[in-house]
């Protein structure tokens, strides 16, 4: 863990503030699912999923992301944070368009309040670019995990542009073809460009600092880079400009072969482990690695358009498809991620001056078994939650979304314990 610690660490409150207000909107999302039910047997253009889809891709899995990036972009670039100003104010505005564009969408109010929630969310997301950017000219030499996080900066850049662009089509039509053909490469942008490529650059980094694993072929990390860069290129200019999907499989196989690389690394990483018993943080991350073998199938088959897909079924197969991302994929790697990042960084502000005088260590800032109990029923959860959709059961969706609202309620109570942890002196 000490890798996380460099001379000048970004402040505590810009990276906390993150941590705190994506618990609350995770636990806003597991609540607003509870009365979404009827959506997930529905089209994927349904306000209500629009809202969820939205909420967790940007109030849950962004907020953690921007958070944790303040304070590992030190790390990985060797330099300090360009403007902790600028970061301030993009939190600002961008928690102000998260909570307006996801009214916006569950009220289907396409109009002036869609497009300043869009105009809102597009000026954070130019703002935090600026930071990624700058700060990425101060370092002193530059490295495969820069790499990753500069490309999925622009990525997440080009998602609100075209996000920004669709807000505005719905009152002022402009844009030349389908809406949801601009919507599949919005989508994709945002999930292959700025979630898949943000992932790999600073999994890169933590997953094998925390496994303390040595002399990894990083050959490989180079060549996921490139492919997956190249398969979602090629898909997003083929719908844009010739609005076809002739070589759809292809690009689905180059994309696939950059993840298969990164698990490849990964997995090389876990083999030549020192650290040989994983903690429950480290067996939630390695969950949202097994998770993304659904997303990768289902692109595979639907590549070959079968004819059992083009009926009511295809429905399911596709809302299976997202929730594999966002509810497996995604949160299941912050999940374990967070308590992994938070407590040391929360620790090296109450106790780093103390170095080896203080016996609290970071784990002990947080309930293990809380953490414990939250993975079981994570993992439940997404079982039933799945299950639901494919067989259009309303009351096992329901179910499943209330054994995520008490995984999301154990989240919260262990991440607002560790950020009001108070120093005890007689434990130092």
Not at 30 to 55: E, N, Q, R, W
Not at 133 to 149: E, L
Not at 167 to 180: D, E, V
Not at 371 to 389: D, K, N, P, T
Request: net charge positive.
């Amino acid at each position: 863990m000490q890798g996380l610690q460099i001379k000048r660490n970004s402040s505590p409150g810009l990276v906390l503030m993150h941590y705190a207000l994506g618990a609350i909107f995770f636990l806003l999302l597991c609540v607003l699912m509870l009365f979404s039910a009827d959506a997930f047997s529905g089209h994927y253009f349904h306000p209500k999923l629009l809202a969820l889809t939205h909420l967790a891709a940007l109030g849950w899995g962004s907020m953690i992301i921007f958070g944790a990036l303040y304070q590992l972009l030190p790390v990985i670039l060797e330099t300090p944070l360009y403007s902790e100003r600028l970061g301030k104010i993009t939190f600002v505005l961008f928690s102000s368009g998260v909570v307006c564009l996801v009214y916006s969408f569950w009220n289907f109010y396409v109009d002036i309040h869609l497009q300043i929630a869009s105009v809102l969310i597009l000026v954070s997301f130019l703002f935090f670019t600026v930071n990624v950017f700058f700060t990425a000219r101060k370092a002193p030499k530059w490295n495969t995990g820069a790499d990753f996080i500069g490309t999925s900066t622009l990525w997440l850049l080009l998602t609100g542009i075209l996000g920004a662009m669709m807000a505005f089509n719905f009152t002022y039509p402009f844009l030349p073809k389908s809406h949801l053909l601009f919507l599949k490469i919005h989508a994709h942008m945002g999930i292959a460009g700025w979630f898949l490529l943000l992932i790999m650059g600073v999994g890169s980094k933590l997953i094998p600092m925390f496994l303390l694993s040595h002399n990894l072929n990083t050959r490989k990390l180079n060549y996921a880079y490139y492919l997956v860069n190249i398969g979602l290129a090629g898909f997003s200019a083929d719908l844009f400009f010739r609005e076809k999907e002739a070589l759809f499989l292809l690009y689905v196989l180059l994309i696939v072969a950059g993840i298969l690389f990164f698990i490849s690394f990964l997995y090389e990483a876990y083999k030549k482990r020192i650290r040989k018993q994983l903690d429950i943080g480290l067996r939630h991350s390695f969950s949202a690695f097994v998770f993304i073998f659904i997303p990768m199938f289902i692109a595979i088959i639907i590549s070959f358009n079968p004819p059992f897909l083009k009926d009511v079924f295809s429905r399911q197969v596709c809302l299976v498809y997202g929730v594999s991302i966002f509810f497996g994929f995604i949160t299941s790697l912050i999940l374990g991620q967070t308590f992994k990042t938070l407590p040391f960084i929360v620790w090296l502000h109450k106790y780093g001056h103390q170095g080896s005088q203080t016996t609290v260590l970071p784990k002990d800032l947080y309930s293990g078994r809380l953490v414990s109990g939250q993975y079981i029923i994570y993992l439940a959860a997404m079982l039933l939650l799945i299950s639901g959709i494919l067989t259009s059961r309303a009351i096992v969706i329901t179910t499943g979304s209330i054994l995520f609202l008490i995984a999301a309620l154990l989240y919260n109570v262990n991440v607002f314990k560790i950020l009001f942890h108070t120093v005890n002196t007689e434990n130092t």
